[in-house]
């Protein structure tokens, strides 16, 4: 799967958020979601658009974005 083919970034859409082709539905929303622990089932009932297709395109959107060569550190401070 390419997720190219699902998903694109457009600055008049959504803020330049990656988005769903021909939605508003961003790809934040969707990871965010799978993370909280909703399954496929739940997030295609409640988005009418969604495929299992762009499930697996947001999946591997991110997992393109972790092969980026670069490390964020972050301290807490107390």
């Known amino acids: ?3 190219q083919d699902y998903i694109h970034r457009d600055p008049k ?3 330049g958020k990656p988005v769903f ?3 508003r539905l961003t790809v ?3 990871l965010e979601r799978l993370g909280q622990g909703a399954t496929e089932a739940e997030l295609l009932a409640d988005y ?3 495929k ?3 499930i697996r395109a947001a999946q591997a959107y991110a997992a393109d974005w ?3 060569e670069r490390v ?3 301290e807490e401070v107390i």
Request: no cysteine; net charge positive.
């Open 1 to 3: 799967m390419k997720w």
């Open 13 to 15: 859409i959504m803020v």
């Open 21 to 23: 082709k021909g939605t």
């Open 28 to 30: 934040q929303n969707i």
């Open 48 to 50: 009418p658009r969604l």
């Open 52 to 54: 299992p297709e762009h």
């Open 66 to 68: 972790m092969n980026v």
């Open 72 to 74: 964020i550190y972050h």
